[in-house]
Nanobody, 127 residues
């Protein structure tokens, strides 16, 4: 079974940090670009970051640029999202997803491009 196991979510105060992890199970991460998405209450799910198979190219939504960092460790079959300077508006359920093939993040905005999804992890930013 191809799946991700997500971890690292929780409750944090504004200005704090969290690191989300996404461990791949049943497949090798090397052959997949990875996207992080989030869905806030009452809003559509949006892609906030993406990293190519080699990790050489990354993309960020304007709302998280400069605060979030995506990375991957193919040897550990795991991807990460380091989130710093968190704001209340970052409160959402966060999902990792994998898109097969050696593709650029510019072409991987749509959810339909991703075939494997994590179960989601709740991040709540509140004082």
């Amino acid at each position: 079974q191809l799946q991700f196991v997500e971890s690292g979510g929780g409750l944090v105060q504004p200005g704090g940090s969290l690191r989300l992890s996404c461990a791949a199970s049943g497949f090798t991460l090397d052959d997949y670009a990875i996207g992080w998405f989030r869905q806030a209450p009452g809003k559509e799910r949006e892609r906030i970051s993406c990293i190519t198979t080699t990790g050489r190219s990354t993309k960020y939504a304007d709302s998280v640029k400069g605060r979030f960092t995506i990375s991957r460790d193919n040897a550990k079959n795991t991807v990460y999202l380091q989130m710093n300077s968190l704001k209340t508006e970052d409160t959402a359920i966060y999902y990792c997803a994998a898109a097969a093939g050696f593709r650029l993040c510019e072409y991987l905005h749509a959810e339909s491009e991703y075939g494997i999804w994590g179960q989601g992890t709740q991040v709540t930013v509140s004082s």
